[in-house]
């Protein structure tokens, strides 16, 4: 009998972490929350996925954007990328620009009503477990017409109470003297069981149409076009 407890154990220690963190994947809800600024020439969007103590930060202006990991609400590995619109490098004489076999459009229609099913079900996946949490922040806003702006307003604020009860908490301050609209929104949703929607994505990654779609979108699909 003590022979065979060094197995049991070998098999429980390797069963015992994944079917953990199936059932905080089942039990946890992710959290994501989008935040639009856009005041004057200042322009930020931030999107933060979070589940548990773990999350990522994508934060982007008008110049790049930083992606952070985040353990406990602290950076702890970050990327930056810039947009490079000067100065890009043009292609030397020696380079040949590699052309992309067409794919067939009745092949590639047929791919598409391929994925249909399966694209559904993931769909339906995220869409039974999305839940909206609220959605807060102000928004600053004026028109040519002070009149409009005032008509404006005063139709937001007539329909705040409704507004309110759908959880959107958004103020709305008039401006009569200047044109002039300015965000700051931040919207939060969160998915109630992200099990099931990690296995219906991997269903959908595994199905053979997805594989075939991507690889018509890259001009290699079978029946393009050769090189």
Known sequence: MDILVIPVFILFSLLIPP???ALLLYAVPVRAEARLLWKGDRQEQVLVISWCHLGI???????????????????ILSHTGLLKTEGAEAPSGDQVPVSRGIPDTGELIHIVQRM?????AFGSAVWHESRFVDARGTVTLGLDD????GEICG???ASRFLLQACRVYIELEPVFDRTVLELDITVRMKVARPLLVLVAGLKLAREPAITEFVG???????GAAGV
Do not use: F, M, N
Request: proline share 7%.
């Open 19 to 21: 079917l953990a963190l």
């Open 57 to 75: 930060r994508t934060s982007g202006t008008g110049d790049g954007r930083i992606t952070e990991v985040l353990v406990a609400d602290h950076a």
């Open 116 to 120: 249909i099913g399966p694209a559904g």
């Open 146 to 149: 002070p009149v409009q702006t």
């Open 155 to 157: 139709y937001y604020w």
């Open 216 to 222: 018509a979108a890259k001009g290699s699909a079978p």
